[in-house]
């Protein structure tokens, strides 16, 4: 049963930390996105990659946030320093560029609260 | 600038009935319209796409419509279930990316 694994599930951390979020994308996915998930704003686009070149990361801060895919299984993002307006859930999603209906595939999430 | 709106207020319907989901836009051309569900602590799961040349399209109790010179598409649930109870999620997608809406909170009371 294929689908995308995102660890930690759950990060509570302090304000200035760093964080590191993994997701392993379905085998044979080409294409991967990161979103970040908040009641006011919803599911945000903050990165994705095609074939591990990332694309478009407009949606990201840049200057505390980075996201890398350093192998075809393994995505990161990362977030330093961190600070309390982090606080959201992150998801990985995969998906096919040839994929009949773009269809992404979400992982579980990490829930972030910073303190 | 760009918008995707969904209904923020939650939608109650009672078992049995037709539940009807919006979904507008503007300042968008997308070249196609998807619809997710997400179930609280879960991911969104993929239901539908529907294309810009496309008015409709049907699976099993599910229908969508789209309409582009009105900015709007239409998610309908036919037959509604307890178990459709959930956030239903549109996105409108260009090359590659889509960009979601809110959500509108779906709950079917028995």
């Known amino acids: 049963d294929a689908r995308v694994t995102q660890t930690p599930r759950h990060k509570v951390t302090e304000m200035g930390q760093e964080v590191t979020m993994r997701c392993q994308p379905i085998?044979?996915?080409?294409?991967v996105f990161w979103y970040r998930q908040t009641m006011m704003q919803g599911l945000e686009l903050l990165a994705y990659f095609r074939n591990r070149a990332p694309l478009d990361d407009s949606g990201m801060p840049k200057d505390r946030f980075s996201a890398e895919m350093p192998d075809a299984t393994l995505a990161t993002l990362k977030i330093q320093p961190s600070e309390p307006r982090d606080s959201a859930v992150y998801f990985c999603a995969s998906g096919l560029t040839s994929g009949r209906n773009n269809e992404q595939f979400f992982g579980p999430g990490t829930r972030l609260t910073v303190l | 600038s760009q918008k995707i709106e969904q209904n923020s207020e939650a939608l109650n319907i009672q078992e049995g009935k037709t539940a009807t989901l919006t979904c507008n836009y503007t300042n968008y051309s997308p070249a196609y319209l998807q619809w997710y569900r997400q179930d609280p602590g879960r991911g969104p799961v993929f239901l539908l796409l529907i294309r810009e040349n496309e008015k409709e399209k049907r699976k099993e109790r599910l229908k969508v419509t789209f309409d582009t010179t009105l900015k709007q598409s239409l998610f309908h649930i036919t037959a509604s279930q307890p178990a459709d109870s959930a956030t239903y999620l549109c996105a409108l997608g260009g090359y590659q990316k889509v960009t979601f809406g809110t959500g509108t909170k779906l709950q079917v009371i028995p």
């Open positions: 085998l044979g996915h080409n294409t």
